[in-house]
């Protein structure tokens, strides 16, 4: 659940609303616990963690470089990072925010690198994040094992997730928690007012298929009254990782491989086109690249307004004040907002799948306060574990955010999902043909109005696939020997 994520992101609207490097586009509005909710944190720290003469980092400042800020507060009526209340409370530090914008972050961080004004942390993670391999193979970020033990039992359950960071021996990545990324969002209302059965329901009684989902998602659509059953970005790539397969794998020993041949992902692609050919999939004319406009293109626009059934997205982009969820989403407050996991394979294993998120930090090449930020790390490792932090974040969500038991029951379920069988999307950072190639096999069928089958898509780019996928092994491994 979302307690056990280290913290709240901004939306994406927000992402691209932000301007150049070290800019100052809010004001931080300071927000603390109640005092009785502080004490028992502080308390149970001083179990966990360790003391402040004995941390390395504390009493400092840890700049971190982001498109978004999920330490620090810009109104009212947010949540408290707890592992941040804990990092500046106990240990005496802070943060400084380095601000950039999502498209141009990586220029932006060059410069900062090569200026001699390196910050010290970025987020962890692949594909939007991408940082894993080359930017780890070009001396974009050491290694964490100086600062990080995964031996460790405040770090146990990690280790697996932090081996896919790993180059020449050495982690990359310091891994605070593995999150759930796309499930299945909707507005209650709407289901009923169109006579649906619950998918939430339907997911406890194990009844929760693709087929299930298909037969909604054409009952609900009708161009001509604006009626999109799916919208967004994310929906291929959901139906896909609901197989518990990706098309690009990485092995035990680091080497990447072509999962394309899979007939679990050929089935998802099948469906996928079938959605689309059958007018399922929100578009403006021939414009497959669309978002549905509410406010600048929103993810979730339509959902509340009964013209969009189902929003496959990572679950940060509904966890927002009630002011902004309930023109997008709904109202939370009379429990309109649900979401349950992706439906499954009926002709699959019969287990539900989700994208296992890693989340956390990587140390920037030139950072000057890393053990600051490995510090700050073990803070948000904390309140992952730890019952009166995980208590504490679950009472907030319900008294500002106005989740429902449902909602944070479902939320556990996700978890334990991608827990239980990680799957990784490890593209995004990979070499220029690779990504490419990845790209058009991935978008050829959404993205346009006359698609490609998956069979033709397969034809057209295997062999760049593969030929790609060797090139990169080979960097790594030229790498991994010097």
Known sequence: MFKRISAIICTLVMVIALVGCGSSSREIVYLTLSTEDSAAILAAAGITLPDVEEAEGANSVVKWFAWYDQFHNYSEDEIVNTGYFTFTEKYGCSIEWIETTYFERYDDLANLILSSQSPDMYPAGFNSTAVYPTKCIKGTFVSVDDYIDYTDPLWSGMVDAA????????????????????????????????????????????????????????????????????????????????????????????????????????????????????????????????????????????????????????????????????????????????????????????????????????????????????????????????????????????????????????????YEIALRDPIMDLTGDLNDGLDSALNSVSNGITRTNNPSTWAQLKETYKDQIDYYIDELNAQIDAYNAS
């Not at 990572?314 to 023109?327: G, Q, W």
């Not at 296992?356 to 073990?378: D, E, F, Q, R, V």
């Open 163 to 414: 081996d896919y960071f790993v180059l020449g021996g050495e982690h990359y990545a310091i891994v605070t928690d593995v999150a759930y990324n796309n499930v299945v969002s909707y507005n209650r209302r709407v289901i009923e007012e169109y006579g649906f059965d619950d998918p939430a329901e339907l997911f406890y009684n194990d009844e929760w298929t693709w087929d299930v989902f298909y037969e909604m998602c054409i009952e609900f659509s009708d161009g001509d009254e604006d009626r999109y059953a799916l919208d967004g970005y994310a929906y291929q790539g959901g139906i896909i990782e609901s197989t518990g397969q990706q098309i690009l794998q990485i092995d035990e020993n680091g080497t990447f491989y072509s999962n394309i041949d899979s007939p679990e992902i050929e089935r998802a692609q099948n469906l996928i086109y079938d959605l689309v050919k059958n007018g399922c999939t929100y578009h403006e004319g021939t414009n497959y690249w669309a978002l549905r406009e509410k406010g600048g293109a929103n993810f979730g626009a339509g959902i509340a307004d009964g013209l969009c059934l189902f929003y496959i997205i990572a679950p940060e982009y509904f966890t927002m004040t009630v002011e902004e969820i309930t023109p997008l989403w709904g109202d939370v407050s009379e429990g309109e907002v649900m979401f349950c996991p992706l439906p499954r394979d009926d002709d699959g294993d019969g287990n539900y799948y989700l994208l296992s998120s890693p989340k956390g930090y990587m140390l920037i090449t030139g950072g000057s306060n890393h053990a600051g930020a490995a510090l700050l790390a073990a803070c948000e490792r904390f309140k992952i574990i730890d019952p009166t932090v995980v208590d504490i974040d679950q009472k907030q969500l319900k008294e500002i955010y106005l989740w429902t038991d449902e909602m944070l029951a479902m939320d556990d379920i996700c």
